[in-house]
C-alpha cells in the first residue's frame, strides 16, 4: 500500500511539474521575431535596424518577448527594454546563476549561426528574475536575439 501511494505521489509530482508556460510568446514566436529582424536588417540595413530594434514599443517589442542585437564581441548594439545598455560590451557578465550567457549566445552564432541559449534575467514586465530561452540568429557581424520567459507551472 506504501509503494502504491509513493508511485502515485511520485506520478503526480513528475507530471504537475513537467508544464512550461512561455510568457509573451511561444518559442516559435520568439524565433519568427528574430527571424523578422534579420529579414529587416538584410532589406534597410544596419542603422535604420538597430534604431528599429530599440524603439520601445516598436515592431520588434511585443512586451515580454523582444528583439536585441550584439556584435560578435558581446557588446549591445541595440534594446528596446534597457538602452542603457547599447554600447556596453556584456560578454563577462553572468546570470543569477553564474553563467556566462553572453558568451554562449556569441560562440553559437560563431559555430552553427543560431540556436537556443537559456539563462535568467530581469523580466521587464514582472521585474523578477526569470528563466529565459532565446534564439540567436547571426546575420553578418550582427546577432540578433529574441527570447521569451519561462514560467514553471
Not at 1 to 7: A, N
Not at 95 to 110: N, Y
Amino acid at each position: 500500500m506504501k509503494k502504491t501511494l509513493l508511485l502515485i505521489f511520485i506520478g503526480f509530482f513528475i507530471f504537475s511539474g513537467a508544464t512550461f508556460v512561455y510568457a509573451g510568446g511561444t518559442l516559435a514566436e520568439a524565433k519568427a521575431l528574430a527571424e523578422k529582424a534579420a529579414g529587416f536588417l538584410k532589406a534597410h540595413g544596419k542603422e535604420k535596424t538597430l534604431a528599429e530594434i530599440s524603439k520601445p514599443g516598436g515592431q520588434f517589442d511585443k512586451g515580454e518577448m523582444y528583439v536585441y542585437a550584439f556584435d560578435m564581441t558581446g557588446t549591445v548594439l541595440a534594446h528596446p527594454k534597457n538602452p542603457g545598455l547599447i554600447g556596453k560590451n556584456t560578454y563577462n557578465i553572468p546570470d543569477e546563476d553564474g553563467k556566462f550567457f553572453r558568451k554562449d549566445i556569441v560562440e553559437l552564432a560563431k559555430t552553427k549561426g543560431s540556436g537556443w541559449v537559456d539563462y535568467k534575467y530581469l523580466n521587464p514586465e514582472t521585474k523578477k528574475v526569470e528563466d529565459k530561452t532565446t534564439y540567436v540568429l547571426r546575420v553578418g557581424d550582427i546577432i540578433v536575439c529574441c527570447g521569451v520567459y519561462v514560467n514553471k507551472h
